[in-house]
């Protein structure tokens, strides 16, 4: 079995954003620490668009010029130590900014698809330049923010202009909407690789583009009843490391709590202790490979502790790899 842990390199999109330390450099940093004590590699989706505006304002916001030498320096080493770093998007940092206190983030255009094609090619040509100076290497990689890949038709073009061949945004059976982003992925080929053209969910052997989905879950409520009664009983071990709050999903946690639902295999929190669980039945499935998703901003010191175990367990018989290893030739 091919193994990723992937990870979307970011802060928070609330009103509480966070701080660049706690939500992104020392969560990674312990990562950075399982990658050097076994020898194991991590596939990093860095929300460029961040650091763009980290470099517009740094001039005018001394303070801002620490975070942009922590994030860019932090990015330089894990590629140069062979962590793979990859294009994230969250375009709604067009509309964003600082106002000498906080960042001031404006969601109301959050998907790319909400830009025009010259637009969505001026966005997708700087954000992975950012990428490309930092590690001098190629980005051929893209995580949708918030999995909204779709209308996938309106990226086709840019995608091949800009040397993006291999998405990793779908997850089988995921569904949302809101008014902000939406994804509907239910009826997504139920494979764990495959080659895609015009629709990210229509296979087409002879397409230009690979999905490597992010492999997927069925949830009971239970699940997420126990892990926020954890999270109260025992906020030092489940609580998230970054320091900021999640933007609003209406309606999300009611659907969690009362209902079954498909959702990415994650470390995020309490969700990696079922790594174990869900290795073995893709193994049933026979499934070749397993992709895992988390953001360092929602790591806690319980899943940091299921994510070395996992590592631990698994790495003499699997292989934890990235797309970098694997798909760029």
């Known amino acids: 079995m091919n193994i990723y ?8 999109f609330g009103e509480n954003h966070g701080t660049v330390e706690k939500c992104i450099i020392q969560p990674t940093n312990e990562l950075i ?4 004590t076994h020898d194991v590699k991590f596939v990093f989706f860095v929300d460029s668009g961040f650091i763009i505006k980290l470099n517009e304002y740094r001039q005018k916001f001394p303070q801002l010029e620490k975070d942009y030498t922590a994030i860019t320096q932090q990015i330089k080493h894990l590629s140069d130590t ?3 770093i990859q294009l994230h998007i969250h375009s709604h940092w067009e509309d964003s900014y600082f106002d000498g206190n906080k960042w001031i983030i404006n969601t109301k255009r959050y998907k790319l698809a909400d830009f025009s094609e010259t637009e969505i ?3 997708v040509s700087r954000y992975k330049k950012v990428l490309t100076d930092i590690t001098s290497k190629k980005i051929f990689a893209f995580r949708a923010g918030g999995w909204c890949i779709q209308p996938f038709s309106k990226f086709k073009k840019v995608f091949i202009l800009n040397g993006i061949t291999l ?9 949302f909407y809101s008014n902000e982003y939406s994804y509907d992925f239910t009826n997504a080929p139920d494979k764990d690789i495959y080659k895609f053209d015009n629709d990210v969910l229509l296979e087409d052997e002879k397409g230009y ?6 492999s997927g879950i069925k949830n009971s409520p239970l699940f997420f009843w126990k892990l926020f009664l954890l999270g109260r009983k025992n906020p030092y071990l489940h609580k998230p490391l970054g320091d900021g709050k999640a933007m609003p999903a209406p ?5 969690l709590l009362t209902r079954f639902t498909n959702n990415p295999i994650s470390v995020d929190g309490y969700n990696a202790q079922l790594l174990d669980n869900s290795l073995r039945k893709l193994m049933r499935n026979k499934k070749e490979n397993m992709v895992i998703i988390g953001h360092p901003k929602a790591l806690s010191r319980y899943s940091i502790q299921k994510i070395e175990a996992f590592v631990i367990n698994n790495k003499m018989q699997h292989h934890f790899t990235t797309f970098e290893k694997q798909f760029l030739r």
């Open 167 to 175: 998405d990793s945004s779908v997850f089988k059976n995921g569904k």
């Open 33 to 36: 620490r399982i990658s050097d």
């Open 209 to 214: 583009f690979t999905e490597v989905p992010i």
């Open 5 to 12: 842990f992937t990870y979307d390199y970011e802060i928070y």
């Open 82 to 84: 062979g962590h793979d």
């Open 251 to 255: 309606g999300y946690r009611k659907k």
């Open 121 to 123: 090619n001026d966005i």
